[in-house]
């Protein structure tokens, strides 16, 4: 039996910690990697790295050292965000954290997604909040960064070769019971982790869900999903051809 592989990116003392520990106790190999080393998290992980999520480029790093010390993670988890109320000065790093090492986590999980036996379950999760799918004054650059990685995920699991090799995406956003944002739960999100990672079959992409119940609906969420159409459908090239 192929060993299961979690690699937590951005673990820290809630959610981080209580997913750790929740998979290891179902029998996966864990790294993990978060700007700091608690002891909760090194407690779970049998690789534990340290790196800067403002940087993108640290992730091609980060799985190398994963993939030679426990081999290629099939569930991998994206949990870092930030928020910073200076927009203008902050943006790019805020962006980076948000989206762009997300970006790059997702690029480095489907190359190792290519390495995997077929019989493994192969999920990717970014960890989300209802910035997509509303604006909310005062969340800029949490939210910008937030709708640009739920487009991310939207395109990734339409995307065909990914559907084909059953690769799964998720953006998964925890819910007060009413709809509203909530303060994350550690054993509400790992509860929840560790169903899609289980999941024989892709579930929905925007993956809400209220704690101790598991996915939950809202309505206001389906203004956020976009349509998937092909090229020639969203482009007409003899248009732009012709002479104005």
Same mark, same amino acid.
């Given at each position: 039996? $192929? ?8 673990? %820290? ?13 179902? +029998? ?8 700091? &080393? ?7 992980? !049998?690789?534990?790295?340290?790196? !800067?999520?403002? =940087? ?14 426990? +081999?290629?993670?099939?569930? @991998?988890?994206?949990?870092?965000? #930030?928020?910073?109320?200076?927009? &203008? ?10 989206? +762009?090492?997300?970006?790059? *986590?997702?690029?480095? $999980? ?8 077929? !019989? @493994?379950?192969? &999920?990717?999760? #970014? $960890?989300? =909040?209802?910035?997509?799918? *509303? ?7 949490? %939210? ?14 339409? $995307? !065909? ?9 998720? #953006? &998964? ?7 509203? *944002? ?31 119940? %598991?996915?939950?609906?809202? *309505? ?18 003899? #248009? ?5």
């Amino acid at each position: 039996m $192929t060993q299961k592989i979690l690699l937590f990116l951005g673990a %820290g003392p809630n959610v981080g910690a209580a997913t750790l520990a929740l998979f290891k106790q179902q +029998g996966y190999k864990i790294a993990s990697a978060a700007r700091s &080393v608690r002891p909760e998290i090194k407690a779970s992980s !049998d690789v534990c790295l340290t790196a !800067d999520f403002s =940087n993108p480029e640290v992730m091609k790093d980060v799985f190398e050292k994963v993939r030679r010390s426990v +081999g290629t993670p099939n569930i @991998v988890i994206y949990n870092r965000e #930030y928020l910073c109320l200076r927009p &203008v000065e902050a943006f790019q790093s805020d962006f980076a954290i948000n989206t +762009g090492s997300a970006y790059a *986590a997702a690029k480095c $999980t489907i190359q190792g997604f290519e390495s995997l036996p077929e !019989d @493994v379950n192969k &999920v990717f999760i #970014y $960890t989300g =909040n209802n910035g997509n799918t *509303a604006i909310i004054p005062g969340f800029l650059t949490l %939210g910008m960064g937030k709708s640009a990685a739920w487009y991310i995920i939207q395109q990734l699991a339409a $995307t !065909d070769r990914f559907k084909q090799n059953k690769y799964r995406f998720y #953006y &998964v956003d925890e819910r007060a019971p009413n709809g509203k *944002a909530t303060l994350p739960s550690g054993r509400g999100h790992a509860e929840f982790f560790l169903e899609l990672a289980e999941m024989n079959e892709q579930g929905p992409m925007l993956a809400t869900f209220v704690r101790g119940k %598991g996915y939950t609906k809202f *309505a206001a969420s389906e203004t956020a999903r976009l349509p998937s159409i092909s090229v020639a459908e969203a482009v007409d090239f003899a #248009y732009g051809q012709q002479k104005y």
